[in-house]
């Protein structure tokens, strides 16, 4: 081997290790994240039982659909078009798209509060909650992102680490309290601590003026990525409601419960996929015809792990620790341990391809695959529903998710074929 080769191998090998480490601080970040939710699910199942927990769902599913708006508007163009950028192009990036992020925060829990106040009761108290909180949720969330794109993982894990420790004295103060407001706003008030120490990480601060030009200037990303996104948690949310409506509050608990088990990971998965992104987009400019080939790997992988906490779960919960995990919840929610876990397999493989398609900045073929996959799942899930409750409707989704998969990849290679035959200069996403 001469002397050349073996510089390529090094160079190569140096390569390897720094994505190796920059995907694990991600995946790091994504564990913290996804054990904070899970702890606050349990808690709050725990605490509240099976309908009141329904609830809590409810407004859980609500903040699923408007952070994703936030990140369709605001940190997706970022992760797209400033991932590895010159720090001085990533600064005032990051103060536009934070400062975007931020003004969906105040603009949807001014909606959510009033929404709350005009329905009353139970359900209105708990859209109160959620109205307040999301300001500092949705800050944090658009912190992490511009870590993520600045090639910084570690920093969005230090972050996450901090919302979870602050949690620790909000929740305990809830607990004296129980109900689903007070928890709301625990859960909220450790991401305003998280918020602050984004701030304190970046030395940014929002630039609410240049809200106006981030949208302008990445409209052609933002409003598919925007469409795309709320198709997706809104799918998830049209579920909720419909099996709420179909067969009762407490199947939404009973579903929520099942996710809970299999929370964790599906935070890891969802979360990894966005972490590589940026290395997809190495893979990219190095050669295109190996982006299937990444994206392959990284929902094989995902879906192995899958499958294995899923027989994980089989195997060692049993009715004393599944009660001792989710109260009453475990009763019915063990049933879901299956079809959540199928659901998840497939979701694996989704993501390698949607990782793909982003990195590519294919937002119309991403959208549309998003498009046909959110109508699957609500089909899937409340034709379910109305054949079999909470299991069915379980069922239903794991169906749904495997047909959507095959959409997915099937766009990727389209998207993929394009790219190496339309030249640079007249490419569009």
Known sequence: MTTGQHRAVRRKHAGLKAMAGRLSWGLGDQAVSSLTNFAIGVFVARELGVTAFGLF????????????????????????????????????A?????????????????VSVVFGIATGGTFGSAFIGLGVILPALLLQDSWRFGFFAAGEPRKAFLNDVVWGVAMIPTMLLAKLHP????????????????????????????????????????????????????????????????????????????????ELLLGPFVAVLMGLAFVAVPEAARVVKRDVRKLPRFGLYLGGAQAFAALLWGTALLLVLNDRLGEFVLGDVWHTAKAMI?????????????????????????ARRSMRCQLIASALYVAGG???????????????????????????????????RAHTRTPQETRTP
């Open 57 to 92: 769902s409810l407004a859980w599913v609500t903040y699923g659909v408007l952070i994703n708006i936030s990140r369709g508007l605001a940190t997706d163009p970022l992760m797209v078009r400033f991932s590895h950028v010159d720090v001085d192009v990533w600064r005032p």
């Open 94 to 110: 990051v103060a536009r798209a934070s400062a975007t992020a931020l003004v969906v925060g105040l603009l949807a829990g001014a």
């Open 179 to 258: 109900t689903v407001v007070t928890f709301l706003l625990a859960w909220g008030g450790g991401a305003a601590v998280a918020a602050v120490y984004g701030y304190a990480q970046t030395r940014l601060r929002p630039s609410l003026i240049g809200v106006k030009a981030w949208l302008r200037d990445h409209r052609d990303l933002g409003t598919r990525y925007l469409v795309e996104n709320v198709s997706n948690s809104s799918g998830s949310q049209i579920r909720m409601y419909g099996l709420g409506a179909i067969a009762g509050v407490a199947a939404v608990g009973t579903v929520r419960g099942g």
């Open 338 to 362: 299956i079809p959540a876990t199928l659901s998840v397999f497939n979701a694996s493989f989704i993501g390698g391809a949607a990782t793909g398609l982003r990195a590519l900045g294919a």
């Open 382 to 416: 409340l034709i379910g529903a109305a054949l079999g409750g909470a299991v069915g409707s379980g069922w239903g989704v794991a169906t749904a998710t495997f047909t959507a998969a095959f959409v997915w990849w099937s766009q990727l290679h389209l998207a993929v």
